[in-house]
């Protein structure tokens, strides 16, 4: 989708393109910057901390033990545990 908006984008202008395809031109121009969002950089914090418990239980936990465990002292991680 980049890609095409940068190809397009002196003829017909970022917005105008963003709006006929329904996407945020705000969004765009955030992923042309490279910036990485703070949810990004949580989320893979928390990834990776979700993947320590796991291991260190023998990879036998499920998603339940796994983020009560993640909930435990000293971590203490902030995981919310979606239903679904």
Known sequence: ?????????ARFGVEFICQSLGVSASAYYHRASG???ARE??????LGRIREVHEANFEAYGYR?????????PSGSHAVRCSG
């Not at 989708?1 to 984008?9: A, G, N, T």
């Not at 950089?41 to 928390?46: F, G, K, M, S, V």
């Not at 033990?65 to 002292?73: I, M």
């Open 65 to 73: 033990r796994t983020w009560k465990a993640l909930l435990r002292p």
């Open 35 to 37: 910036e990485r969002s």
């Open 41 to 46: 950089i949580e989320d893979e914090r928390l």
């Open 1 to 9: 989708m980049s890609r095409f908006i940068d190809e397009h984008r």
